[in-house]
């Protein structure tokens, strides 16, 4: 059985920074690419960040570059997103999700049905 554990969100001021972590389980850590993507109210669900496993290729939208970091964790397949100088537009729930291709990160629009697994996300809210 596959499974997403989210932690790490919360409230923040602006300017604060959040460690996002997911762990997973259930598939072949080391064949996907595994990442984040985020849902604000009323609008699409866009990709953040996601991390090819097997050779470290990251990924980052243009709107989180310089702020974000991810990383993984092989031993533990466990997945972060390091969020610093967060703003208010940052504000969205967050979806750990995994796939064979890093290239469903950069599609826009987010197709939801290519992407092969997703978690039940995690809030993040920043206050201005």
């Known amino acids: 059985e596959v499974q997403f554990v989210e932690s790490g969100g919360g409230l923040v001021q602006a300017g604060g920074s959040l460690r996002l972590s997911c762990t997973t389980s259930?598939?072949?850590?080391?064949?996907?690419?595994i990442g984040w993507f985020r849902q604000a109210p009323g609008k699409e669900r866009e990709a953040v960040s996601c991390?090819?496993?097997?050779?470290?290729?990251?990924y980052y939208a243009d709107s989180v570059k310089g702020r974000f970091t991810i990383t993984s964790d092989n031993a533990k397949n466990m997945v972060y997103l390091q969020m610093n100088s967060l703003k208010p537009e940052d504000t969205a729930l967050y979806y750990c999700?995994?796939?064979?291709?890093?290239?469903?990160?950069?599609?826009?629009?987010?197709?939801?049905?290519?992407?092969?697994?997703w978690g039940q996300g995690t809030q993040v809210a920043v206050a201005s």
């Open positions: 991390i090819n496993v097997s050779d470290g290729v990251t």
């Open positions: 999700a995994a796939d064979p291709l890093l290239e469903v990160w950069r599609m826009t629009p987010v197709v939801t049905r290519l992407v092969e697994y």
């Open positions: 259930g598939f072949k850590f080391d064949d996907f690419a």
